[in-house]
């Protein structure tokens, strides 16, 4: 009797095994069943990751490797009123420039719509059809392929990305997947870092919920990630989508080493709550704080095995700005211009 139980609760285990597989990385599974548009479109969230892409004019408004012509410089006369007009303008459209490709989850695959085993051998091809009708877009439009098996299922990101570039070309984007995003090309583009230029390219080619463009993706920000190469995509519309992978997969700690060691603790603020919005049950979570002390709270609470690293770090940028406050408190002494506490105590 006993025996009998335990044999029917060992079949019942293994015929569930995804139940019980969790136990073991639980954090990224569940974070690649989430949809991250919700959290990616959020107002905080899109301030945070506009703080951390660091606008930089003189890259934003850098010459193009792309065949455009260059535009002669013009110079001109202006009053203080429109100096300052011009520079709001210059604001607006580096922003513009900057506007960051969304970020969102993988679409489903295959979905079947029904099976007919009486249409089973009656052709050796598969079949697709297209809702080509006026007002549909290439996201939403109706393609489903008929199987030589039977089966009518939704056509999966190949079979769309195809059909939609055959019926509804875009400029520049190709009907099949350049050799560019394929090893050895990718390979050497990587090791070449023109992490850019195949994210631009990526873009261009592929839906943003594309398995491939997923790939590609997160293959170069785990190689920017990996070799440290942040400045490469730093100012550029692809870092914010860079720092939200990183925090997404929990990935983010030698940005943050590296944003401490720039002296940028507002960025290294902005990065930490960014993973508070994220992961709003770490124990850091303290919205109270200022930006040094919650990037310290989080090295002391959260940072796992980059504590230590992150601690010099940390100690480093607190003596760095120690003796700024020296010196700038002895240039102004030089001058003049500093308040003698002894001095107003005789007083």
Known sequence: MISSRINLIIRNFYKRPGQYCRLCSTVSQSQNEKDPASLFFDQHVQEF?????????????AARKDGTPLKVP???????????????QISTKARGRI??????KVRAQNEIISKDIGLQGLSEQNYVFTD????GTNRNRLIVVRETSGTLRHANSNERHRMNQIYFPIYGR???IPRMFNNPYFSDLLDKEEFEFILNRACLQFEPDDPEF??????VYSYVNKMGKFDCLRSTRHFGPLAFHLVWENDFQNLLIDVIKSKNIEEAGALIRLYHKIYPEAKSNRAELNDLDLVEA??????????HTL????????QLQHEKEKMEEAILKAHGLSDSTDEKSET
Request: aromatic fraction near 12%.
């Open 311 to 318: 601690t010099s770090a940390l100690a480093i940028y607190k």
């Open 132 to 135: 080509i009708s006026f007002g």
């Open 214 to 219: 997923h790939r590609i993706t997160k293959e």
């Open 49 to 61: 990751l506009v703080t951390l892409t660091r606008l930089d004019y003189q890259k934003v408004f």
């Open 174 to 176: 190709e009907v099949h």
């Open 298 to 307: 989080y090295v002391e609470l959260d940072s796992g095995n980059y504590r």
């Open 99 to 104: 506007q960051m490709p969304p970020v969102v």
């Open 74 to 88: 013009q110079f001109k006369f202006m009053t203080d009123e429109e100096l300052q007009e011009a520079l709001a």
